[in-house]
């Protein structure tokens, strides 16, 4: 049973570049979440997706930002005309759909994004 | 006032020894917490939840929960070096929603 996949692991991106983070949910999950984390700070969330939906994007930044998780494929954060502060780890988590909630959300691996 | 709140250590403790960790939060209609461990350069990884007042034990792992005083707690028995990590407590919001601490740093001392 795959976990939470993300990729690129690692993104390299010139200043003004596009970055496009992919995120496969695990498998039977279909809640999304996006969180961004500075190197030595904690997680901040950014967006919450079910299919089709964006459910809460409260974190995600007015401008540049953009996330979706379409019926097929995987959910993407794309960052445009990317700037050095965007440099970080981006973080991909799933929970399954259950009523209720929150319940657990469980993490991908992360892509590290560095801008030049 | 932050929404989830933690000492953001070093804490330091004796290999064998129990590490507490501490967590409190403004919120008052919470129902769900969660503890997530990270090692540097890693993602966090789910240790416990926790939904009820009262204790919740998983091996070495107790959560406790105290939601009149809004305070929630991570003990770790018979502590290891490879324990040494960043310890993040977590809240539920509405709308399916988690918020995080900031974390504690543990390390542990051979």
């Known amino acids: 049973n795959a976990g939470v996949m993300q990729n690129p692991r690692h993104l390299v991106r010139r200043r003004g570049q596009e970055a496009r983070l992919r995120c496969s949910p695990m498998?039977?999950?279909?809640?999304v979440y996006w969180y961004r984390q500075l190197p030595e700070e904690g997680l901040k969330f950014m967006v919450y997706?079910?299919?089709?939906?964006?459910?809460?994007e409260s974190g995600m930044p007015k401008e540049r930002f953009s996330a979706e998780f379409p019926k097929e494929g995987p959910s993407i954060l794309r960052i445009q005309q990317v700037v050095r502060g965007d440099s970080a780890a981006y973080f991909c988590a799933s929970s399954p759909r259950q009523a209720g909630g929150p319940y657990e959300q469980y993490f991908g691996p992360g892509t590290r994004l560095t801008v030049t | 006032q932050k929404e989830v709140e933690q000492n953001s250590g070093p804490l330091s403790v004796p290999e064998g020894a129990i590490a507490s960790l501490n967590c409190t939060y403004s919120d008052r209609v919470s129902q769900s917490f969660f503890w997530y461990r990270q090692y540097s350069g890693k993602s966090p990884e789910l240790i416990m939840s926790?939904?009820?007042?009262g204790d919740k034990e998983d091996g070495r792992f107790t959560a406790q929960l105290n939601k009149a005083s809004q305070y929630v707690s991570l003990l770790i028995r018979d502590s290891q070096p490879s324990d040494s990590a960043t310890y993040l407590c977590?809240?539920?919001?509405?709308?399916?929603?988690?918020?995080f601490g900031s974390g504690t740093r543990l390390s542990i001392r051979p």
């Open positions: 977590a809240r539920g919001s509405s709308a399916s929603k988690i918020i």
């Open positions: 926790i939904y009820s007042n």
């Open positions: 498998k039977g999950h279909s809640h």
């Open positions: 997706l079910q299919k089709e939906n964006i459910i809460d």
